[in-house]
Antibody, heavy 119, light 107 residues
Framework: EVQLVESGGGLVQPGGSLRLSCAAS????????MNWVRQAPGKGLEWVSY????????YYADSVKGRFTISRDNAKNSLYLQMNSLRDEDTAVYYC????????????WGQGTLVTVSS | DIQMTQSPSSLSASVGDRVTITCRAS??????LNWYQHKPGKAPKLLLY???SLQSGVPSRFSGGGSGTDFTLTISSLQPEDFATYYC?????????FGQGTKVEIK
């Protein structure tokens, strides 16, 4: 079964850091690019970041550029999102997601992990 | 960046109704358009990819169309389990932007 499981969410103060992880199983992880998508309370879906299968190409939304870093460990079938200088507006459920095939829609998605930035 | 605009933002409909949601891209995206269903507390569910290809396991009452800049999602006969928020997304270029969502509510 193709599956993604996120972890690492929690409560953090403004200006703090958090590292999210996404464990993949059921497919050849290194063959697929991966994405992070978030949903803030009461808001819609927002694409956050992309990484190619090799890890050589990375892209970020303007809202997180310079603060968030996406990475992956293909040997461990894992995706990461290092979040620094967190702001109140980063409060959201964060999902990792794989494209069904390259440049297609995302399937599967993880179950999501909640990040709350608050003092 | 490519902007995705959905309409309407919300709608009320009855079980059995035919529902159509539109999505417009700020520039041509060919057929790189996907539709998702999202329910509270759940992960988004891919319904259609490449504008009109039905994801495996998705009921045939869902259909999609369009190319270039204008796209539609149609639910031919709304079922109780279809009440949710629907999003379009373009995967033509990065950032792979989502529309703002259309909430489908029970009339």
């Amino acid at each position: 079964e193709v599956q993604l499981v996120e972890s690492g969410g929690g409560l953090v103060q403004p200006g703090g850091s958090l590292r999210l992880s996404c464990a993949a199983s059921g497919f050849t992880f290194s063959s697929y690019s991966m994405n992070w998508v978030r949903q803030a309370p009461g808001k819609g879906l927002e694409w956050v970041s992309y990484i190619s299968g090799s890890g050589n190409s990375k892209y970020y939304a303007d809202s997180v550029k310079g603060r968030f870093t996406i990475s992956r460990d293909n040997a461990k079938n894992s995706l990461y999102l290092q979040m620094n200088s967190l702001r109140d507006e980063d409060t959201a459920v964060y999902y990792c997601a794989r494209p069904y095939y390259e440049s297609s829609g995302y399937y599967p998605w993880g179950q999501g992990t909640l990040v709350t930035v608050s003092s | 960046d490519i902007q995705m605009t959905q309409s309407p933002s919300s709608l009320s409909a009855s079980v059995g109704d035919r529902v159509t949601i539109t999505c417009r891209a700020s520039q041509s995206i060919s057929s790189y358009l996907n539709w998702y269903q999202h329910k509270p507390g759940k992960a988004p569910k891919l319904l259609l990819y490449a504008a009109s290809s039905l994801q495996s396991g998705v009921p045939s009452r869902f259909s999609g169309g369009g190319s270039g800049t204008d796209f539609t999602l149609t639910i031919s006969s709304l079922q109780p389990e279809d009440f949710a928020t629907y999003y379009c997304q373009q995967t033509s270029s990065t950032p792979q932007t989502f529309g703002q969502g259309t909430k489908v509510e029970i009339k």
